[in-house]
């Protein structure tokens, strides 16, 4: 089997230590020492299309750029790369989101892909106007994604439910080719939904057993509706010429925090009632409550899978740290167990970008994991990298 992969656009803000930011946190706890201009994004959009990256993920929250904007701008940027473009149903009608995605198809063919964002953090939803608890919103974003299936297939809709009351909605033209919808939720009231409506559905990165488990869940779901799905991981990378590297690296990054910024940090994303996030938390609880997490290798909670960048930022909070050779192991593994598509990112995310690039992607090439996009670039040294070799 061969893998897709995708980067991350930081929308607000890039820098070469950990950024916080993410999901639950809240508006303008995010940025860093790069602003996250069009111009800065699109160095970055043009490098993953050349490294035969898919799409490049765009998040949504109080905490960052729209992302339906944000994409729009940097189309005409890149020429073959897509943009995995987060939205949260119910924050805008279902008519109006899938006459913007439809619209984004028209000018940019095939280009759009939707990542589902349900929402996990109440103060953040309630301060979009959204006062619905948890189970709710995926009640209703079961809803929302019926009717935008319906209009992307061509029909006019008239739909009165529970949360939605659409009356003959249609499309002047449906997106051609349908935009697939990617979905992530680890509550048992996620099931369902991404069972029922997603594409792709989407983990971040747990151990590989964890993940395995994920899989096997969402599976069995989709085979219950006669349904099969690909499946995600969301991680982030620091890939180097050697393991030694890599880890000094981590360190840096674990070097400059302390413990009152942690604790700040980590007080704020408490509050989530994502079961992702909770997830993400007790990867390095035992760390935090010991202290022993200002050490990056006492971090790694399986073979080179990091837990350090949770310890500040919100959603994703794991990292695949070791050699070229090492990272491709570890990407190697969870397609194994069934992932089918990645989404890395690293700080800052133009430099790590480079790093896996000219380091991991020849090898999982050589593999034949990864066929995507232009021949391989061959060996090269530039300022931030070094030799990719």
């Known amino acids: 089997m061969t893998v897709k992969l995708h980067w991350f656009l930081p929308t607000y803000g890039d820098s070469r230590l950990i950024v916080g930011g993410g999901h639950g946190t809240p508006a303008g706890a995010a940025g860093g020492d790069r602003e996250a201009t069009i111009d800065y994004l699109a160095s970055i959009v043009r490098s993953a299309e050349r490294f035969g990256f898919t799409g490049a993920l765009i998040p949504t929250g ?9 994409a729009a701008l940097l189309a005409r940027e890149t020429t073959s790369l897509s943009f995995l473009v987060a939205f949260r149903p119910g924050l805008v009608s279902p008519t109006l989101s899938a006459q913007m995605a439809a619209t984004f ?55 009165k439910g529970e949360y939605l009351d659409i009356e003959e909605a249609v499309l002047a033209v449906p997106p051609n080719p349908v935009p697939p919808l990617y979905f992530g939720g680890s509550s048992r009231a996620a099931g369902p939904v991404a069972a029922r409506h997603s594409d792709v559905y989407l983990t971040w990165g747990e151990p590989p057993a964890a993940v395995a488990e994920k899989i096997a869940w969402i599976r069995a779901e989709a085979a219950a509706q006669g349904r099969t799905l690909r499946f995600g ?37 408490a ?20 202290g022993t997490w200002s050490d990056a290798r006492s971090l790694e909670i399986a073979p080179n899978l990091w837990s350090g ?15 070229h050779t090492e990272v491709a192991d570890r990407i190697a593994e969870y397609a194994e167990i069934g992932i089918d598509e990645f989404i890395f990112s690293g700080y800052p995310h133009l430099e790590e970008l480079f790093w ?7 090898l999982l090439r050589q593999r034949g994991l990864f066929n995507a996009g232009a021949a391989e670039a061959p060996s090269v040294s530039i300022p931030f990298v070094g030799s990719a070799r």
């Open 356 to 362: 896996f690039g000219e380091g991991v992607v020849p």
């Open 309 to 323: 960048v949770g310890l500040v930022r919100g959603g994703a909070g794991t990292a695949l740290v070791g050699s």
């Open 233 to 269: 991981i969301r991680l982030h990378t620091i890939s180097r010429d050697t393991s030694d590297e890599a880890w000094a690296q981590a360190d840096k990054l674990v070097a400059a925090l302390d413990e009152d910024t942690v604790r700040a940090a980590q007080a704020g994303l």
């Open 271 to 290: 509050r989530s009632q994502s079961e992702g996030q909770r997830r993400m938390l007790a990867l390095h609880a035992a760390n935090r409550a010991d």
């Open 105 to 159: 198809a028209r000018h940019a063919p095939g280009r759009i892909l939707l990542n589902v964002v349900v929402g996990g953090e109440a103060h953040e939803q309630r301060a979009f106007g959204d006062h619905l608890d948890k189970d709710a919103r995926y009640r209703r974003c079961d809803e929302f994604l019926d009717v935008v299936r319906r209009l992307w297939a061509g029909e006019t809709v008239t739909h």
């Open 62 to 70: 109080a905490w960052c750029e729209d992302a339906f904007i944000t």
